[in-house]
Nanobody, 122 residues
Framework: QVQLVESGGGLVQPGGSLRLSCAAS????????IGWFRQAPGKRREGVSC????????DYADSVKGRFTISRDNADNTVYLQMNSLKPEDTAVYYC???????????????WGQGTQVTVSS
């Protein structure tokens, strides 16, 4: 069974950090591009970051550039999103997704995790 599971979300104060993990089971992440997306209440899902499969080329939304870092550990079949200098506007459910093309457009992805809540508040 193909499955993606996110973890690492939680409540953090503004300026704090979290590291999200996206673990795959039932398939090998090596061959897939991975994207991180988020969705806040009442808003549409937006791309946060993505990483390609072989070259590990990365891309980021302007709103997170310089603060978030995506990386992958193919040996562990896991992709990470390190989030620093978090702001209240980063509050959302964060999802990881696997697809053939690294892009910030959610429609290009085939497999999705169930999401993990990130709340940035004092």
């Amino acid at each position: 069974q193909v499955q993606l599971v996110e973890s690492g979300g939680g409540l953090v104060q503004p300026g704090g950090s979290l590291r999200l993990s996206c673990a795959a089971s039932g398939f090998t992440l090596d061959y897939y591009a991975i994207g991180w997306f988020r969705q806040a209440p009442g808003k549409r899902r937006e791309g946060v970051s993505c990483i390609s499969s072989r070259e590990q080329t990365t891309d980021y939304a302007d709103s997170v550039k310089g603060r978030f870092t995506i990386s992958r550990d193919n040996a562990d079949n896991t992709v990470y999103l390190q989030m620093n200098s978090l702001k209240p506007e980063d509050t959302a459910v964060y999802y990881c997704a696997a697809g053939l093309i690294a892009t910030l457009f959610p429609t290009e992805y085939d497999y999705w995790g169930q999401g993990t809540q990130v709340t940035v508040s004092s």
